[in-house]
């Protein structure tokens, strides 16, 4: 099984920064690609932003040029810094992490991983 812990939400005024991390561990044989999503209530859950094992990223158009996805291959961690934060941003946000995990059964299986949300709450 694979853990996920995020960390780094909170309440921030229009304008601020936030960063959020999110370390994954357990039996990981490789990840392929971590990202965050983020859900208000009523809506879907929408991309945040995406990074591969190799380094490219995607973002959603509403966070380009404002947030900055990154990882730290050696502690499977992600982080997500978002700045000029605006009133809109204010979600759960989630942790995903697609990787080939180990399974003493059945092998190396690629499986998908959410965190528990991080509330990220921006005010005007």
């Known amino acids: 099984q694979v853990q996920l812990v995020e960390s780094g939400g909170g309440l921030v005024q229009t304008g601020g920064s936030l960063r959020l991390s999110c370390a994954a561990s357990?039996?990981?044989?490789?990840?392929?690609?971590m990202g965050w999503y983020r859900q208000v209530p009523g809506k879907q859950r929408e991309l945040v932003a995406h990074i591969t094992s190799g380094g490219s990223t995607n973002y959603a158009d509403s966070v380009k040029g404002r947030f900055t996805i990154s990882r730290d291959n050696g502690k499977n961690t992600v982080f997500l810094q978002m700045n000029s934060l605006k009133a809109e941003d204010t979600a759960v946000y989630y942790c995903?992490?697609?990787?080939?995990?180990?399974?003493?059964?059945?092998?190396?299986?690629?499986?998908?991983?959410w965190g528990q949300g991080t509330q990220v709450t921006v005010s005007s």
């Open positions: 995903n992490v697609d990787a080939f995990v180990s399974n003493a059964k059945l092998g190396v299986l690629r499986q998908d991983y």
């Open positions: 357990g039996s990981i044989f490789k990840i392929i690609a």
